[in-house]
Nanobody, 123 residues
């Protein structure tokens, strides 16, 4: 079983900064891509950022240049540094991990999600 625990959400004024982290724990072989998603009230969940095991990143256009995603593979943790925050960034932020749980006798791969953390940006 794999657990993802997020932390770091909160309330911040527009233009401010906030950092999120998501730590994976449990029994698994390795973690491939890790992602941050967000879901605002009444809207669909959207991809915010992706980081590969090797550190390559992808950002949604709405967050490019303002958000930075990083990871510490030794700690099985992904981070999201958010700056120049806007009210439209208000959402519940979720981390997701593409996890290889076992490799023998067969490779098993599953997606896991964190519980979500609220980010509120006031105008």
């Amino acid at each position: 079983q794999v657990q993802l625990v997020e932390s770091g959400g909160g309330l911040v004024q527009a233009g401010g900064s906030l950092s999120l982290s998501c730590a994976a724990s449990g029994s698994f072989f390795t973690i491939n891509d890790m992602n941050w998603y967000r879901q605002a009230p009444g809207k669909e969940r959207e991809l915010v950022a992706t980081i590969s095991k090797g550190g390559s990143t992808y950002y949604a256009d709405s967050t490019k240049g303002r958000f930075t995603c990083s990871r510490d593979n030794a700690k099985n943790t992904v981070y999201l540094q958010m700056s120049s925050l806007k009210p439209e960034d208000t959402a519940v932020y979720y981390c997701r991990a593409d996890v290889i749980t076992t490799i023998y006798p067969v490779t098993r791969r599953s997606d896991y999600w964190g519980q979500g953390t609220q980010v509120t940006v006031s105008s």
